[in-house]
T-cell receptor
Framework: GQQLNQSPQSMFIQEGEDVSMNCTSSSIFNTWLWYKQDPGEGPVLLIALYKAGELTSNGRLTAQFGITRKDSFLNISASIPSDVGIYFCAGQLITSGTYKYIFGTGTRLKVLA | DTGVSQDPRHKITKRGQNVTFRCDPISEHNRLYWYRQTLGQGPEFLTYFQNEAQLEKSRLLSDRFSAERPKGSFSTLEIQRTEQGDSAMYLC?????????????FGQGTRLTVV
C-alpha cells in the first residue's frame, strides 16, 4: 500500500534535547495529522493541521503544514523519557470523494535519560 | 470510556479458520475506517464507511476480507480462510460528522496471529 516518506527512520536523543522529524509526499494533501504509537497500542492523535502554512502547538509539540501541501514537520522540545515511541504522520488526499488517510513509515524515537 | 473500542484485543487462530473483529466507533461519528499494520510499518488503509455505506476499499482487501457496518454504528471485519500473511494489527478509527476533513481517532487495535 501507499505510504508517505518519513525521516529520520529512528533517532536516539538525550533527555532535554529538541527533536525534529518530517514527512514528505509527491501528492498534495488537504489535511495532515501527527500520531504517537506505543507498542501494542493504537495510534494516539497529537496534532491536526488543516491549512497550508499552518503552525500548531500542543504543549511541547509543534507541527507545521508545508506551503506546497506536500510536506509537514513535527518538533518536540525538551524531550522527556515518556516521549519514547513511534511517531506517524498521516495525510488526507485532495481527490474527489475520498476521506482516507495515508500514513508515513514512522519515526522511532528513543530518549536516553 | 467514549473512545473507539475494538474487540477482541488479541486473537490467535489456526490457518484456514475464519475470524471476525468488531469495532465500536465514538458515538455519532459517521465515518469509520479499517487499517492493517504489520511490524515496523505504518497503518495501511483497508476500507472506510460513511454511515452504513462502504465507500472505498483498498486493493489490500482481498476476496477473503469483508467488512460491514449494518446500521451505521458498529462495524465488523471478517477474514475467511486465514493465512499466515494475515497476521497483523487491525486498527479501527472513526471521525466526526459535519466537517469536511476531520481528524481520525483510533482504537487500541486487534492483534491477529495466524499459526
Amino acid at each position: 500500500g501507499q505510504q508517505l516518506n518519513q525521516s529520520p527512520q529512528s533517532m536516539f536523543i538525550q533527555e532535554g534535547e529538541d527533536v525534529s522529524m518530517n514527512c514528505t509526499s509527491s501528492s498534495i494533501f488537504n489535511t495532515w495529522l501527527w500520531y504517537k504509537q506505543d507498542p501494542g497500542e493504537g495510534p494516539v492523535l497529537l496534532i491536526a493541521l488543516y491549512k497550508a502554512g499552518e503552525l500548531t502547538s500542543n504543549g511541547r509539540l509543534t507541527a507545521q503544514f508545508g506551503i506546497t501541501r506536500k510536506d509537514s514537520f513535527l518538533n518536540i522540545s525538551a524531550s522527556i523519557p515518556s516521549d519514547v515511541g513511534i511517531y506517524f504522520c498521516a495525510g488526507q488526499l485532495i481527490t474527489s470523494g475520498t476521506y482516507k488517510y495515508i500514513f508515513g513509515t514512522g519515526t522511532r524515537l528513543k530518549v536516553l535519560a | 470510556d467514549t473512545g473507539v473500542s475494538q474487540d477482541p484485543r488479541h486473537k490467535i487462530t489456526k490457518r484456514g479458520q475464519n475470524v471476525t473483529f468488531r469495532c465500536d466507533p465514538i458515538s455519532e461519528h459517521n465515518r469509520l475506517y479499517w487499517y492493517r499494520q504489520t511490524l515496523g510499518q505504518g497503518p495501511e488503509f483497508l476500507t472506510y464507511f460513511q454511515n452504513e455505506a462502504q465507500l472505498e476499499k483498498s486493493r489490500l482487501l482481498s476476496d477473503r476480507f469483508s467488512a460491514e457496518r449494518p446500521k451505521g454504528s458498529f462495524s465488523t471485519l471478517e477474514i475467511q480462510r486465514t493465512e499466515q500473511g494475515d497476521s497483523a494489527m487491525y486498527l479501527c478509527a472513526s471521525s466526526p460528522r459535519g466537517r469536511d476533513y476531520p481528524e481520525a481517532f483510533f482504537g487500541q487495535g486487534t492483534r491477529l496471529t495466524v499459526v
